[in-house]
């Protein structure tokens, strides 16, 4: 678990680092569509980190 | 892998795993590097990787939604890989090396490119041009090296990208984008300039030295599989089929496109060239980028330049960006410039196939006198020796030798290689006689040693090296040096002594399609699959009568994995 903990703060962390960047820029308007696709991309990456539920992965989508 | 400020180690994965360009994740070549610095994970200042997803997402996506709804049918596949996969590199890093992620550092692609050409130069000082597909936004970089110190000047942005439109070209001809753009521009002699202009129309020319391209006529910006666009096929005519093993040599309207790409890659790239040189007065030069691997391209225009030397890495793109940026953390660090590799062998030892030798030689005199005999005899060997190197061309560590006056030889070197008839074959020559057969550029030696240029024989020798060269009369040139390769060196004074010129063939070993021979298994695959007939590794000598067919399971069993123990 301390593993899945890991990839999921460190996922979010680049999400954090993604949106900063893109609003410090001259793409800031692709904020709200990024707000749209993370979450379903940060649950991709918690659902890959969690042993049990990796290989059942594809099935989840 | 740099080691205080020394290249230890790199490699591609694609020799580890035979699938050509593999952008999997390197875990074959990260054990690889690891194994040859002899250091474990725990033991890594830094990771570095060689791009920055964050930036290249936002392009990305930036790009898709530019061209809606023309990108709407790849948008969920482009979105599925970076949000799937590469934008979570970090995790990704972390989890497969199992690395504290503040160990995980990112560069700008360009300015890796950019390290690997200035810090594997030897100038002090150098001006870079970095010409490729696209790295983060940047298509094309102006940069200037000093010391330790890598400062990009300026940039031409994504999607206008001369790397793109080659690719785009050569996919619209039947090549294989990626790889075969050098054949593409080897055909442009054979052609007439009758539709430079409807192609220079497509890429106009800015005032600052920089260009657009016009992205109607193609799809490269938000496409990677269908790189061009049918109003292309209005203005060129219908694009060709693929090209498959035994095609017939590309026709006349296939040499007329290539003639149309050649005139504006040459006028558009020295226009690049003379920015550069207003920008960063200075008289050495790299390349690097995508477009550096066009070894045609690179002599035309440093001949036109301005510039007086002219240094390009042996791996000058991808593979090479990686070092680059290995190299540059480690100047970074430490604020002292990386001390410039010896060699592009970097790569590991062949490692023993399970197979009998039909002989074993007594050593490099041996060898030697034993690969005369053979290339005498009109035969093409394989020799094998040493560290594999980085980069697409093999520099002697894996190689075919062949007699470049034997049309025969000649024809069969490229038939083991599935390589096009009409492809031009790299000529090795001892460093101290290269200007007795090359009409070679001053300045140049450093690019030669990495076989980088493409250029003419002498006029005295052409008719006899017909058969080596391409449809423009020129071979790519290789210089070896005595101090850098005695081995190879010796065996071509030697040839020259027999034969009256010290000049061979001396190509990759390796099949189109497939990723360079790197253990002895993979050198004794190509003896069996193709016509092939001997090869020397390191003291041993395999004919292809003596060895028998294995399963690939037994000659390639895997390496063993290092454990923390």
């Known amino acids: 678990m301390p593993n899945t903990l890991r990839s999921l703060n460190l996922g979010l962390r680049t999400a954090g680092e993604l949106v900063r960047a893109l609003w410090r820029g001259p793409y800031w308007w692709l904020v709200p569509v990024v707000a749209l696709l993370l979450p379903a991309a940060l649950v991709f990456v918690f659902l890959q980190a969690v042993p049990l539920v990796a290989p059942f992965v594809y099935t989840v989508f | ?565």
């Open chain 2, 1 to 565: 892998m740099v080691v205080d400020g020394v290249a230890v180690a790199a490699m591609q994965e694609e020799r580890y795993t035979r699938r050509p360009a593999d952008s999997s994740f390197p875990k074959w070549s990260v054990r690889a590097c690891l194994r040859a610095a002899g250091l474990r994970t725990a033991d890594l200042d830094r990771v570095v990787f060689y791009e920055k997803p964050l930036r290249k997402f936002e392009r990305c996506l930036a790009t898709q939604l530019r061209f809606f709804p023309r990108s709407a049918g790849v948008f969920y596949k482009s979105m599925y890989l970076w949000l799937g996969d590469r934008l979570w590199m970090r995790n990704r890093i972390a989890d497969e090396l199992e690395i504290d992620p503040e160990r995980i550092v990112f560069t700008e692609h360009h300015e890796a490119v950019a390290a690997n050409a200035f810090f594997t130069s030897p100038f002090e000082e150098a001006a870079i041009l970095v010409a490729g597909g696209v790295g983060e936004w940047a298509s094309t970089s102006l940069v200037r090296g000093r010391g330790h110190e890598i400062e990009v000047l300026g940039e031409v942005r994504f999607p206008d990208s001369l790397g793109l439109l080659t690719s785009a070209l050569t996919k619209f001809l039947g090549f294989e984008p990626g790889r075969d753009e050098e054949l593409v521009l080897a055909l442009a002699d054979s052609g007439s300039e009758r539709l430079a202009q409807s192609i220079a129309e497509l890429v106009p020319a800015t005032d600052d030295g920089s260009f657009r391209v016009d992205q109607r006529h193609f799809r490269f910006a938000f496409d990677s599989e269908r790189l061009f666009a049918s109003r292309l096929e209005t203005l060129l005519g219908p694009a060709f089929p693929a090209r498959g093993e035994g095609c017939e040599p590309p026709g006349p309207r296939a040499a007329d496109v290539a003639a149309g790409l050649w005139k504006v890659l040459e006028l558009r790239f020295s226009a690049l060239l003379r920015e550069l040189a207003r920008r960063a007065p200075c008289t050495n030069l790299c390349l690097g980028g995508d477009l550096a691997r066009l070894r045609r391209l690179n002599a035309a225009a440093y001949r036109a330049g301005p510039f007086q030397s002219l240094h390009v890495p042996s791996a000058p793109a991808e593979a090479g960006a990686a070092l680059g940026a290995a190299l540059l953390v480690s100047a970074r660090l430490t604020g002292e410039r990386p001390s410039r590799p010896e060699s592009a062998a970097l790569g590991e030892v062949a490692l023993a196939a399970p197979d009998e030798p039909t002989r074993i030689l007594s050593g490099p005199a041996e060898a030697r006198s034993l690969l005369l005999t053979q290339l005498l005899r009109g035969r093409v060997v394989g020799w094998v020796r040493g560290r594999f190197e980085l980069g697409r061309q093999s520099l002697g560590a894996r190689v075919l030798l062949g007699d470049p006056f034997d049309a025969a030889a000649c024809a069969s070197l490229r038939q083991i290689r599935l390589a096009e008839p009409f492809a031009p074959l790299c000529l090795a020559v001892p460093e101290e006689r290269a200007d007795e057969l090359f009409d070679i550029p001053p300045g140049a030696q450093s690019a030669l040693r990495n076989a980088a240029l493409t250029l003419r024989p002498r006029e005295a020798l052409r008719a006899r090296l017909q058969a080596a060269l391409g449809p423009a009369s020129e071979a790519v040139a290789c210089t070896v040096a005595r101090a850098r390769d005695p081995e190879l060196h010796a065996l071509l004074e030697a040839w020259g002594a027999a034969r009256g010129m010290p000049v061979m063939v001396l190509e990759s070993l390796e099949q189109r399609g497939l990723p360079m021979a790197r253990t002895a298994g993979d050198a004794l695959d190509l003896l069996q699959r193709s016509a092939l007939e001997l090869v020397v590794i390191d003291d041993r000598l395999y004919e292809r009568a003596g060895v028998r067919p294995l399963a690939t399971a037994v000659r390639h069993a895997p390496a063993p994995v290092p454990t923390d123990d």
